[in-house]
């Protein structure tokens, strides 16, 4: 347990993969509290930089994510951790992957059809 | 080219996946210049934190990641570059993956074998 919580602040990088498809769905951060909780639950908990809290990836949706793998990189400052994604997609605004934007001839353009209605799971847009 | 580089200081993450087999090779960090070398050249290039300039990977062991398919996510904080990995492994500790290491009991093991020397690609082991 020697992850390197200095380089960003306390917190690491989360990478987020599916288990079995190999998908990468998201990234997110961990403070310590947020890695050993998701350690201890099974279930990915981050970091909430922009409400400066801990957050349970699904608290509100429903979509969890059961922790199957967790590796950490050389320098010990990045997690990759290899889920089971309840709920039909990760992003809140409806896609399976937070990466649904591709770089095609200098812009980015949406690479994949909302999987959920966001507004009926969040209540509102975002 | 909307990225978000404010939340990490002028930086983004980068997510780096083998475009054929899925696996995650790397995590790095792109400031808006090191994102468009990897663009326009084809060539994965980061900004390095320790180093504090941009650094093309590959640029010494020989070992570039070419680059596939970039991504970005729901917040444009964030990119997915599928690459090809010329060379047997990304990471500069002589692994196909800097994810060598997994959580197996509370303690960090190792999940592979390396795949080259470090010290005859690298001159010194890391």
Same mark, same amino acid.
């Given at each position: 347990? $020697?992850?390197?919580? &200095?380089?960003?602040? *306390?917190?690491? $990088? ?6 079995? $498809? ?12 947020? +890695?050993? !909780? &998701?350690? #201890? ?5 981050? +970091? ?8 349970? !990836?699904? #608290? ?11 590796? &950490?990189?050389?320098? +010990? ?6 889920? #089971? ?7 809140? #605004? ?11 001839? *200098? ?20």
């Amino acid at each position: 347990m $020697t992850l390197d919580f &200095t380089k960003l602040n *306390g917190l690491v $990088t989360a990478v987020i993969q599916d288990y079995s $498809t190999g998908r990468v769905l998201m990234v997110g951060f961990m403070n310590e509290e947020a +890695f050993r !909780k &998701t350690v #201890e639950s099974g279930y990915a908990t981050f +970091f909430s930089r922009s409400r400066n809290k801990l957050w349970l !990836k699904g #608290e509100s949706s429903g979509h969890k994510l059961v922790v199957k793998n967790i590796s &950490t990189d050389c320098d +010990f400052d990045a997690l990759l951790i290899q889920v #089971e994604a309840l709920g039909p997609g990760v992003c809140h #605004e409806g896609y399976q992957s937070c990466f649904f934007r591709r770089l095609d001839s *200098g812009e980015w353009k949406e690479s994949e059809p909302r999987v959920y209605d966001p507004e009926a799971v969040y209540g509102s847009k975002s």
